[in-house]
């Protein structure tokens, strides 16, 4: 059983047409083709967007080369560019339910969290904003008599930033606001499937006082448009989050020219719950941090690592308690758990409950598709008995489905923890302080929360070890992650040299 909240049908809705921004103008591009984005909750076309082609992303490098190489933003002083940003955040404020609404019904995620996360990424605006000020290098008057070094941090130059489906502003706001604060400039092309809430940003950005070509934005796929964002010559560092594949090929690209790469790529993140933990707290953080996004997060908590002690009684509780989430029509607010992105992507989630059916797991709750007769939904999903060794175990499904596995001492649990290529996020859950600082300390992972789950602030780096990515987004150096520095060498006085005398 599971609390469904059927979706109603959407006969009349407006389909919303979108340009891509270039130079500051709102374009058809060279070609007129098109993409179509169905709402994956009620399955009608709800917008329409103007596709790119290799030869509109030459046209936004060139825009936002130029404008960083010729135009006023990098030469601004930094409280220009700060009150400018804190505008966009005013703005951003002001449109939230447009941004919200557009992020619902593009990407299938409830109204409500979505509400959230505009509110969130309003405070990442206005605190890349208050960094921006704050962004400053070194001096070393240390040196000697005739000696002194300033370090300076410039402005790395043209970023691409190229965004996934499932934060679609929230991720935006991770990147952009920040490479805007350093002077950088950006082309940015969002998923596809999500890429309204982006160009109305454009929109806001334009009218808040960012020069024409300093932001440009298109849509289009990623194999071409993509692609071409990442081994243009004029681009100097890409900012990417998606798959881990995708992150690789991004790598590569980027090698051929040496580009500064920053990546937020997969998760296969674990909880690891102890029996003196609060359990009634864990349970409600399991449930959480698993089915919060329909499980298409890349912090979600799909694997929970249990003490063999409690294990049955965890799992029971884990089971009643997803009975109790409502899924269905992200529109409605009491909606816990909305639409899978495509059919396709509903079609791999089931592969891996049937797989790991197939090789001995044990559904315990869900494990079906839900049928509102449109539109793509999925239960919260239980499996117990996974072992570490299966597919889904290991593996980032990206949807609502939970694997209980079980450990019998610390060391083993940290093993488990640590036996999958991914290393974004973990949670530990014990009352006893040596429990929790071995695990934070011997788990690999960029964030490990200790009787919480999921929980952020734009103060907080976030990024991850080994196959979950390269560098770290958030934080009081992210601003500093879109500059170069440049080392000033003075000499004062007379110089002494090879032939000089002393
Ligand atoms: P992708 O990694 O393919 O997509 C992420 C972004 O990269 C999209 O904007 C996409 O464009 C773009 N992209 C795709 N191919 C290229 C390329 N060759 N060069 C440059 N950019 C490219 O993720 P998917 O949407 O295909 O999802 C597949 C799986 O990835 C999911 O099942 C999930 O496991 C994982 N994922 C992880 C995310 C995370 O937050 N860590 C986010 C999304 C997915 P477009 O889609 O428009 O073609």
């Known amino acids: 059983m599971t609390v469904l909240v059927k979706p109603q049908a959407l006969p009349d809705v407006k389909v919303r047409e979108f340009k891509m921004l270039i130079d500051g103008k709102w374009v058809e591009g060279v070609e007129t083709g098109t993409i179509d984005r169905v709402a994956p909750s009620h399955g009608v076309t709800v917008s329409r967007y103007k596709s790119a082609t290799k030869d509109d992303v030459h ?17 601004m002083t930094a409280a220009e560019r700060s009150n400018i940003l804190l505008k966009a955040a005013d703005m951003i404020s002001v449109r939230a339910e447009e941004l919200a609404y557009l992020d619902a019904i593009e990407a299938g995620k409830p109204i409500t969290q979505v509400r959230s996360e505009i509110a969130g990424s309003v405070d990442i605006w206005r605190y890349a904003a208050a960094l921006a000020r704050d962004l400053h290098g070194e001096s070393y008057n240390t040196l000697g008599d005739g000696m002194m070094g300033v370090v300076l941090r410039e402005a790395i130059g043209v970023v691409s930033i190229i965004t996934p489906w ?54 289009g796929m990623g194999a071409d448009v993509g692609a071409s964002m990442t081994s243009h010559p004029d681009v100097d560092m890409i900012s990417f989050t998606g798959s881990t594949g995708v992150g690789r090929l991004t790598m590569a690209n980027a090698a051929q020219t040496l580009k500064k790469v920053s990546l937020e790529l997969g998760g296969k993140n674990p909880q690891i719950v102890f029996p003196d933990a609060n359990l009634d707290e864990f349970v409600d953080a399991a449930v959480f941090g698993a089915y919060f996004n329909a499980g298409e997060c890349c912090n979600a908590g799909s694997r929970l690592i249990v003490h063999r002690d409690i294990a049955g009684d965890v799992t029971a509780r884990i089971a009643s308690l997803s009975e109790k989430v409502k899924v269905g029509d ?30 001995g797991a044990t559904v315990a709750h869900g494990g079906s598709q839900i049928d509102f007769g449109f539109g793509q939904y999925m239960a919260p999903t239980v499996l117990a008995d996974v072992k570490p060794e299966m597919a ?85 150096h992210a601003v500093e992650d879109y500059t170069e520095t440049k080392t000033l060498n003075m000499h004062i006085g007379r110089r002494t040299g090879w032939w000089m005398p002393r």
Request: glycine share 12%.
């Open 59 to 75: 046209r936004a490098i060139a825009a936002a080369r130029g404008a960083f190489d010729h135009g006023p933003w990098p030469r």
């Open 166 to 219: 499932n934060f679609p502003f929230l991720i935006v706001s991770q990147k952009l606001p920040f490479a805007l604060a350093a002077g950088c400039t950006a082309v940015v092309k969002p998923s596809e499937l999500t890429s309204g809430s982006t160009l109305v940003l454009g929109e806001i950005l334009m009218e808040a006082g960012v020069p024409a070509g300093v932001v440009n934005i298109l849509v």
């Open 330 to 359: 992200p529109l409605d607010p009491s909606t816990q758990v909305g639409a899978i992105i495509t059919p396709q992507h509903l079609q791999k989630i089931q592969g891996y409950v049937s797989g790991a059916a197939k090789s």
């Open 392 to 476: 889904v175990a290991k593996e980032e499904v990206f949807g609502p489905v939970l694997s209980v596995l079980m450990f019998e001492t610390t060391e083993d649990a940290i093993r488990i923890a640590n036996s999958v290529d991914y290393g974004l996020s973990a949670g530990v859950w014990s009352r006893d302080f040596d429990t929790c600082m071995t695990i934070g300390r011997r788990v690999r992972a960029g964030t490990i929360w200790m009787n919480t789950f999921m929980d952020g602030a734009a103060e907080l780096p976030f990024g991850g070890y080994r196959q979950s990515g390269l560098g770290r987004e958030l934080g009081r």
